[in-house]
């Protein structure tokens, strides 16, 4: 068994208006490569918080998070950015499409990156993949939210992550498409081995995960394995 991401005794604090705000606090838990995990809880009880945390989008105030065999905690914004690239996938509530970028050249972006050749052809595969091959030349504003959801997914998969974070990834969508994306997310984890971490409201998308941690008020109050048989 192999552990992709430890998290221990994490913390988050912001400071604004001179006021600290904690956001979350003792946060512990271990993560299995290539196992699915769903993440729950009211509004505001943090779960976007730990999401960008454990994806090394932020940096926690309190604790020690390792990913992939590196602690992120000492690493500095250009350091996080380059582990991002090269291990993680990460669907944004609100998307995070560049705007001045084609739905394809944001799919190329995380490619590009990395230098790998052949992107536009990986990031055509990746369009049709959501179905929206089609739509590549159109700008974020120019497709409706559930499509840049899916523009979204499909830059998320580009870099073939070790570890995909998908905050509400089918928060917009309608019954059939959420379908189609979550039949992505779980292919992708049977195929590729990646680990699936969401962020979810959706009870019977969780259900499908092997295990799911509850939140309340910034901390973890349960952590089930609800599919046994799931990765
Ligand atoms: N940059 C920030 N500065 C101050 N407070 C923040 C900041 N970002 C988030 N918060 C606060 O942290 C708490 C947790 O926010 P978070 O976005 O993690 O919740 P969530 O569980 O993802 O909620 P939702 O289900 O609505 O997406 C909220 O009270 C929020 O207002
Ligand atoms: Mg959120």
């Known amino acids: 068994m192999t552990i992709i991401l430890s998290i221990k005794n994490v913390g ?36 976007t918080t730990l999401l960008g945390l454990c994806a090394g989008l932020d940096r926690a105030s309190t604790g020690s998070i390792v990913l992939n065999g590196i602690p992120l905690d000492d690493l500095n914004e250009d350091e ?17 499409l560049l705007p001045t970028l084609t739905a394809l050249e944001n799919v190329m972006v995380p490619l590009e990156l990395r230098g790998q050749r052949n992107s536009r052809t990986t990031a055509l595969e990746l369009l049709d993949r959501v179905g929206l091959a089609n739509r590549g030349h159109h700008y974020p504003l120019q497709l409706s939210g559930g499509e840049q959801q899916r523009i979204s997914i499909a830059r998320a998969f580009s870099n073939s992550p070790k570890i995909l974070f998908a905050d509400e990834p089918t928060g917009n969508l309608d019954a059939d498409t959420s379908e189609t994306i979550e039949h992505l997310l779980f292919n992708l984890n049977k ?27 910034g901390a973890v109050v349960s952590d089930t394995v609800v599919q046994d048989n799931a990765l």
Do not use: C, W
């Open 80 to 96: 996080r950015a380059r582990v991002r690239n090269q291990h993680v996938g990460f669907v944004f509530q609100n998307f995070q």
């Open 12 to 47: 988050k604090t912001y400071q604004s208006g001179g006021k600290s705000l904690t956001v979350l606090q003792h946060i512990n838990f271990e993560v299995e490569a290539g196992s699915t995990l769903s993440i729950v809880g009211p509004s505001g009880s943090g779960k």
């Open 191 to 217: 195929e590729m081995g990646t680990t699936l971490i969401l962020v979810t409201h959706d009870l019977d998308l969780a259900s499908r995960t092997r295990r799911v941690i509850r939140m309340k008020g």
